[in-house]
């Protein structure tokens, strides 16, 4: 059965990325958005939704925030062809430069190789990063880039403004390929 609802999936170590989801969630509105902690998820929570937002954080030099890691396999299962999905991700550009939000460019990986398009990519202007998984094409991240280390007082308008241009892109995505 197909959700008209958005779904959101988020993990988070700290609660910064939980925070993120459900600022999201707000300005969105609840009623159109599903939110699910990927640490209770199965892979077939994916299939009902079109428009999916995913959320992480990277950990310990590159890596997927835990839940992340123990639901990867579960991951590469699902089949993202009709799917549009927007990512956003939290990381430290100051301490862990060499793999700013790295995270996003391995689950992007993914959704690429089974079929998904990806909207919601940002600029990579106004950070100061060395290398980043996440940097798909010089001078874009694949995704919203968040640092509540360094940057905690951009992380409101920087999803207020991203939330604003993803739904104009799922609208998008929705209308083409009803065309
Ligand atoms: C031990 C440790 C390792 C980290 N490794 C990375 C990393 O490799 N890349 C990155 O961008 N951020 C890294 N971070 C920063 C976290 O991703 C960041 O603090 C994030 O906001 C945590 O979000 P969460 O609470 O939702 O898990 C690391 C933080 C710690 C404490």
New binding site residues.
Partial sequence: MVNDKIGLF???????????AHQIQELIGASNIEVHDINRAKPEDFAPYQRIIIG????????L?SDWDAFYENFKTIDFSGKTVAFF?????I??G??????VGILGDVVYENGGQIVGVWPTEGYD?EI?KAEFQEGWFLGLA????NQPEMTVPRVEAWVEQVMEEFAEAVSNQQA
């Fill in positions: 988020y993990g988070s170590d700290t609660g910064y990325t939980e925070g993120v992480l954080s990277t950990w310990h030099d590159g890596e925030q991700g939290l990381g430290d550009q301490g862990y060499e793999y700013f939000i790295d995270g990063f980043s968040i640092d509540e280390d």
